[in-house]
């Protein structure tokens, strides 16, 4: 017999008990195929409130469980606001309480401030249905509790296109830009495959970049040190103050994601010859796909984001046989850069019939309008065309 419970924080459950479900891939020691839904970074967002108590994003665990072991689990959050999700709904907020409905709080399955693609219905491998009773859990959730509406975002696209028709969900579809390995063996490879004029203008950024004369350094592992990370907590808290106005980590998270997940990070720095941190970005490393997530500065140098954030992430990808960078939300400026547009999926449950067929009908023509544009902005990709280049 089956039961669902709610948790009021993911420590209320063993790490290796929800890891079985979250990363089952990586039961032999390996790496999980992304680092997102692991028990350690899941927690360590908790245990640094960096969600919590005041942050909007209340932490309720839902997990499904037989009389012997745990079948599935998802993370939930009941939210107050729209902030830290980056598929962006707050059109819809508006336009229910202009309307004079109720649209927070409402429930989000999701990585909080991580517009990264991932499994979030986790089962255990011989458990696939248990996603469909861990589905109708969330939308039970939401219906009795009167809210206005269920979120899933970043789920893959298997996920949204099983489970939106078994269970009324609406799909959504959005897009990111990503860099694929096309079976480079070098950095060098990967430009020989763009046309002369990309080719050209990305070795002049990685020259102008390097021209200051700061050193770029790849960190991972014990090779990242106390000090790096307050060098990073200054970078971070110089782009969150002018992008959100209130950066979403606390300093307390990189501490804990550092004692329990070093080996999962990739923290790339530009010093100045005295060894002092400039810029750094960081990055998470999952089986077979680098995932950029944050940068930041304190010195104004030309190129530097580009050769931090995206050359290195694509040189470091290549060195170690990695398949994909995904380079984090938005950016058409990424397009130049050997960053192709991809669509990425949300699935949504929305409580009021009349405000749901409004979405639906926003979603169907929002969907042909990004089929569009990912067409065309491939089209202008810096791939070379083997007929139209020698």
């Not at 707050?90 to 517009?115: D, N, S």
Request: contains cysteine; glycine residues 6%; charged residues 25%.
């Amino acid at each position: 017999m089956t039961r669902t419970e709610l948790l009021d924080r993911l420590a209320d459950i063993p790490a290796a008990e929800w890891d079985a479900v979250a990363c089952p891939e990586a039961a032999d020691g390996t790496r999980p195929q992304d680092p997102f839904t692991t028990h350690r970074f899941l927690n360590a967002l908790d245990a640094s409130n960096s969600t919590g108590t005041g942050t909007g994003w209340s932490p309720r665990p839902l997990i499904l469980r037989d009389d012997t072991r745990l079948l599935a689990a998802t993370p939930l959050y009941v939210k107050s606001h729209s902030q830290g999700e980056y598929i962006f709904d707050h059109g819809w907020a508006q336009a229910l309480e202009r309307a004079g409905g109720r649209y927070y709080p409402k429930l989000q399955i999701a990585v909080p401030f991580t517009p990264a693609t991932g499994r979030r219905f986790l089962t255990a491998p011989d458990a696939p249905h248990a996603r469909d009773d861990l589905v109708e859990a969330a939308v039970h959730l939401a219906r009795s509790n009167r809210l206005s509406s269920l979120h899933v975002t970043f789920c893959t696209g298997e996920e949204a296109e099983t489970l939106a028709p078994r269970h009324g969900l609406l799909h959504r579809v959005t897009q990111q830009f990503h860099w694929e390995n096309r079976g480079y063996a070098t950095f060098d490879d990967f430009l020989n495959d763009l046309s002369s004029r990309k080719r050209k203008m990305i070795r002049k950024e990685r020259e102008t970049a390097h021209a200051s004369g700061l050193t770029v350094r790849a960190l991972t592992g014990d090779q990242i040190q106390s000090h790096h990370w307050d060098a990073f907590w200054a970078f971070y808290q110089d782009t969150g103050a002018r992008k959100w106005g209130t950066p979403y980590l606390s300093r307390r998270f990189f501490t804990l994601a550092h004692e329990t997940m070093c080996n999962d990070m990739l923290l790339v720095l530009a010093e100045r010859p005295d060894g002092t941190p400039v810029a750094g970005a960081l990055n998470f490393i999952g089986r077979d796909t680098l995932y950029g997530r944050y940068w930041g500065c304190v010195e104004d140098h030309p190129c530097l984001h580009f050769e931090l954030c995206y050359y290195q992430a694509i040189d470091w990808a290549i060195t170690h046989g990695l398949a994909r960078v995904e380079a984090g939300a938005q950016g058409e400026h990424k397009l130049a850069r050997g960053y192709l547009p991809t669509p990425v999926h949300s699935l949504h449950w929305i409580a009021d019939p009349g405000f749901r067929d409004a979405v639906a009908q926003y979603l169907r023509a929002e969907r042909r309008a990004v089929d569009d544009e990912i067409e065309v902005l491939t089209a202008y990709g810096p791939f070379r065309r083997i007929d139209a280049e020698t």
